[in-house]
């Protein structure tokens, strides 16, 4: 008998297969070995555990998966979707999804592996090849360029074809390049521009501006010849915007890049960066007789969705805070990117055309930079909360994107045991696979954390300098979970760098199962207008 078992158990996977991972397998195998009567009731091999199959929570829940990925097939046709969300984490790698998602889960008490990011639950996913008409490893600005407008073009150019030259203002004429938020707005929908960095930072930027330089964003940064010759700053391109009845939502950082030199901010007492005298929040309020100007949490709580068509918040004047310091590092106080979310959705949806809203989590990028992965994780995390609240607020034909712009030389690396603090020494497992008593170590002996970088500034705290120490620290004498960490890099660098791996692309809605297999960037502006008919509609509404 117990020859028997332990021989049907062996040939379990056979049997499966043969079943069709349709069910535990019990039958397949019963037919095979029916013979011997004895070994008829299979089934007791699932209560005794020897056929996995019925018993070993792995193997089910992989089997729940198939079954549920199964159901999935949908052939959506062109113009299903009647609104477009499309969430951006800038410099959000696979690493940093990963990492993230063991941080939040390890938050919530959990071993953290097994935990999944809001949107990972979406039924596609693909990986995105983000190189830039001209550079391997690209900068944020060709890479939203790509994502929102369809063509791939030259680092530090925004909504501008690779046609142009960096900085070459005469260079721009006729090579701009429709977005995704512009045929929105021609089409009669609503859109909305959100983001924790500047709102005139590369990525916000390249959804309703057009710059061959990315950092022309308040006129005083521009070359006189460039004014000269017309190019336009990129704050006031967002007040500008000559299509339909412009952004119903904007609301981010960059207050000094809307604030003529000669005025203060209210924060901070710093002038601010226009040269030209405009005051562009106040031009927001006359412009839109419905509009309304916040830049602070209490004012942006207050506001009334339901009469204000036209809202735009500027929380910082500079980039927003870290989600990790926002709450007790900001005096006037910020909302969150999940709140931020939630009120726009409010007001997009009273839109019987549909909306276009998009969402960058922007500071996930300016931590790895920094080489410290807590705030990088912490801001991925909000960021899967505010694609959680798209989730509950958004309606069945709203087509949900979730991607990155580009990755970061972030690595998760030694074999540390399963649940190790993800920001902590690796603490490998023992011969009998339990947790080691010890920290591993280096070839001199010295303990390493999980998390690294390949380049940047290095191991430190805070802004402290970039490390040239050759030698390794001896971790054992640091808080290497705190905050204000700053992990090892291998190469001494004052800012760590972007990286060029494949970035990943999730998707939910009508049109999602476009968002499949490795594809190009600039693919994701054309699955949009696919599953949206961007360009049909924004023709008819100008017919
Ligand atoms: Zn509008």
Redesign the pocket.
């Known amino acids: 008998m117990k020859l028997k078992a332990i021989v049907l158990a062996m040939m379990t996977l056979s049997a499966l297969t043969l079943a069709g991972c349709g069910s535990d397998g019990e039958k397949g195998a019963t037919g095979a070995t029916g013979a011997t009567g004895a070994d008829g009731s299979n089934g007791q091999d699932g209560t005794d555990g020897r056929d996995y199959t019925a018993a070993n929570e792995w193997f089910m829940a992989g089997q729940d998966a198939v079954t549920k990925a199964s159901g999935n097939s949908i052939s959506d046709s062109a113009g299903k979707a009647k609104n477009i969300i499309l969430f951006v984490g800038d410099g959000m790698g696979i690493s940093t999804l990963t990492a993230a998602r063991i941080y939040q889960g390890q938050q919530q008490g959990k071993s953290g592996e097994e935990n999944r990011l809001s949107f990972e639950t979406f039924p596609y996913s693909g990986l995105v090849k983000t190189y830039s008409a001209n550079q391997q490893t690209p900068d944020s600005a060709p890479t939203m360029t790509a994502i929102v407008t369809g063509v791939k073009t030259k680092d530090g150019i925004i909504s501008v074809s690779d046609a142009a030259v960096r900085d070459q203002c005469s260079t721009s004429t006729g090579h701009e390049v429709m977005t995704a938020l512009e045929l929105a707005?021609i089409a009669g929908m609503?859109?909305g521009i959100i983001s924790t960095a500047r709102l005139t930072h590369a990525t916000p930027a390249a959804t309703y501006a057009h710059s061959v330089e990315r950092n022309w964003e308040a006129d005083s940064d521009m070359p006189q010849a460039a004014l000269d010759a017309g190019c336009k700053d990129i704050a006031s391109q967002l007040i500008d915007f000559p299509y339909?009845?412009?952004?119903?939502v904007a609301m981010g950082g960059g207050r000094t890049y809307f604030m003529p030199n000669t005025e203060t901010d209210p924060e901070y007492g710093r002038a601010g960066r226009r040269n030209d005298g405009r005051d562009l929040t106040t031009e927001w309020t006359s412009k839109y007789s419905d509009g309304a100007y916040v830049w602070n949490r209490a004012q942006f709580m207050s506001v009334d969705t339901n009469s204000v068509k036209h809202l735009l918040g500027l929380f910082e004047n500079s980039h927003m805070q870290y989600e990790a310091d926002r709450v007790n590092g900001d005096g006037a106080g910020e909302p969150s990117l999940a709140e931020m979310t939630s009120r726009a959705l409010d007001m997009l949806k009273q839109n019987d055309s549909g909306y276009f809203l998009m969402v960058e989590g922007g500071r996930i990028d300016h931590a790895h930079h920094a080489g410290n992965a807590a705030r990088a994780l912490e801001d991925t995390v909000a960021l899967s909360d505010a694609v959680r609240v798209a989730i509950e607020k958004a309606d069945k034909d709203t087509l949900i994107l979730v991607t990155a712009d580009h990755s970061h030389v972030f690595t998760i690396a030694g074999y540390p045991v399963r649940g190790n603090p993800i920001l902590g020494l690796v603490r490998g497992v023992d011969a009998s696979g339990a947790a080691a008593t010890t920290y591993s170590t280096d070839s001199n002996g010295m303990p390493y954390t999980t998390l690294g970088y390949a380049n940047g500034p290095g191991f430190g705290f805070g802004s402290a300098a970039v490390n040239t120490d050759s030698n390794r620290p001896d971790l054992n004498l640091y808080a290497v979970t705190d905050v204000d960490y700053r992990q090892e890099a291998t190469v001494p660098l004052g800012s760590e760098t972007h990286a060029g791996e494949d970035v990943a692309v999730y998707a939910k809605g009508p049109g999602a199962q476009l968002v499949t297999g490795s594809v190009e960037q600039n693919m994701l502006f054309h699955v949009m207008n696919y599953a949206a008919n961007l360009v049909g509609r924004a023709e008819a509404a100008q017919n």
């Open positions: 707005e609503s859109t339909g009845d412009g952004p119903e």
